[in-house]
């Protein structure tokens, strides 16, 4: 059973950063495909970044470009979300989300076979 664990979210003033981790178990796929996304109360799930384990492509949404930075960590069962310059927009519960393949709408579309439980990023200005 694939399970995914977030942690690292919490309060920051604007202009601060976070790094959230996110560590996946019971996986057995030789490569596989890892987001972040956020979601506010009434808004949709979003995607904020994505990255391909086998070339290491990576994807990020327009919203968090420059600012935000996805990575793996040694381990390789390791997912982070280095963010920086964190603005009040940025609040949300943040989600890992992982899968074999990404999504074939792409791969910031919240179509990711597995989850986290969600990690809560509070910005205040």
């Known amino acids: 059973q694939v399970q995914l664990m977030e942690s690292g979210g919490g309060s920051v003033q604007a202009g601060g950063s976070l790094t959230l981790s996110c560590t996946i178990s019971g996986y057995n796929f030789a490569q596989f495909c890892m987001g972040w996304f956020r979601q506010t109360p009434g808004k949709e799930r979003e995607g904020v970044a994505s990255i391909y384990t086998t070339n290491s492509d990576t994807t990020y949404a327009s919203s968090v470009s420059g600012r935000f930075t996805i990575a793996r960590g040694n381990e390789k069962n390791t997912l982070y979300l280095r963010m920086n310059d964190l603005k009040p927009e940025d609040t949300a519960t943040y989600y890992c989300?992982?899968?074999?393949?990404?999504?074939?709408?792409?791969?910031?579309?919240?179509?990711?076979?597995?989850w986290g439980q969600g990690s809560q990023v509070t910005v205040s200005s």
């Open positions: 989300a992982a899968d074999k393949w990404c999504p074939m709408a792409g791969p910031l579309s919240p179509s990711f076979a597995y």
